[in-house]
């Protein structure tokens, strides 16, 4: 019997405890809407990220009077590939084939990023509005080095000769998260609308029990047109105990196994175990995307022709 290799990050957990077939269809068949819509809150926090990960290593190169320069001349029109992997992954002359496992990709193609030309000039504006309260209103950021800035890791959960469990993430930013933290981590969010997360999300329970690091900041980004004190630019301490960080490892654990166990023995599993109906009217009030699949669900042949016909496959996506 061959070995099971399971490698999966937070969204992906999230979404398998809202609903096994959401994640099935999402990460293991990577199906999304043939008809892609807009989203334009998402497209402006993913350049916000990328400014502010050219600013913070800059910094970390010594390069602080500078920085901004950098970011804002950064052409985030040759980012991605039209395979949907980065351009990185075709070597530094983006003339190599993509070295993503199952890509056939053989030279990088750059798509366009959607974000209209306003919209990104009011990215950079906040982005530099916020390097302009750094360090007086909200405490500065100061990662250990360039490369403690977006750092990617792969975390063994467990491991014998039948199976492989494996975390995978992305930390925003290590270093001196306050005056009185000189190790902690960062993640930075940016919103269209001021609303606060929960602290001890699974996201952030796995950043603190990779890192081993207790303590950590969300870092707040809005993008209001009006900036208000305290709400655009606002940072949430989180602290975990040792027994709160080891404690999830467990559950961790058994989530990865319910996961196999959803992908090799579904027969055993109950309806309420593989299909959360709860979850399909979705978050926000945006439905789940594969509801006209899940409302078919005892019709096999006509959820493969929707499946044909509505959707497309997406590239896999890996957090690093």
């Given at each position: ?72 001349s950064y052409n985030i029109d040759r980012e991605t590939c039209r395979c949907s992997h980065g351009a990185e992954r075709h070597g ?229």
């Open positions: 019997m061959s070995k099971t290799i399971l490698i999966l990050d937070s969204s992906q957990i999230s979404t398998f405890l809202d609903c096994p077939t959401m994640w099935q269809l999402g990460y293991q068949e990577r199906l999304q809407p043939a008809a892609a819509k807009e989203n334009v809150p998402m497209d402006m926090g993913t350049y916000g990220h990328k400014l502010l990960e050219i600013i913070y290593k800059e910094r970390a190169k010594g390069n602080s009077a500078g920085a901004l320069d950098c970011a804002f530094e002359s983006f003339t190599k084939p993509c070295l993503s496992v199952g890509c056939g990709c053989m030279e990088f193609q750059p798509i366009e990023f959607p974000l209209s030309e306003p919209d990104r000039a009011f990215v950079r504006q906040r982005v530099q509005e916020y390097t302009f309260v750094e360090g007086s209103s909200i405490p500065e950021l100061v990662p250990h080095s360039p490369d403690h800035v977006e750092v990617g890791f792969s975390e063994k959960i467990y491991g014998d000769s039948e199976r492989l469990y494996i975390l995978e993430g992305r930390i925003d930013l290590l270093g001196q998260i306050a005056g009185n933290v000189t190790n902690g981590w960062a993640d930075h969010k940016f919103q269209s609308r001021e609303r606060d997360l929960y602290l001890k999300s699974i996201q952030f329970r796995n950043y603190a029990m990779v890192t081993k690091l207790p303590i950590g900041v969300v870092n707040y980004i809005r993008f209001a047109k009006k900036i208000e004190k305290d709400k655009t630019f606002k940072r949430a301490v989180i602290s975990f105990s040792r027994l709160e960080m080891e404690a999830w490892r467990q559950e961790l654990l058994a989530i990865f196994h319910r996961v196999e166990q959803f992908l090799k023995y579904p027969e055993t599993m109950s309806s309420v175990e593989v299909r959360n109906w709860a979850a399909c009217s979705g978050r926000f009030g945006y439905p789940c995307e594969f509801t006209p699949l899940c409302e078919e669900w005892n019709n096999p042949p006509l959820v493969q022709l929707k499946k044909e016909a509505e959707f497309k496959k997406k590239a896999e996506w890996r957090p690093w």
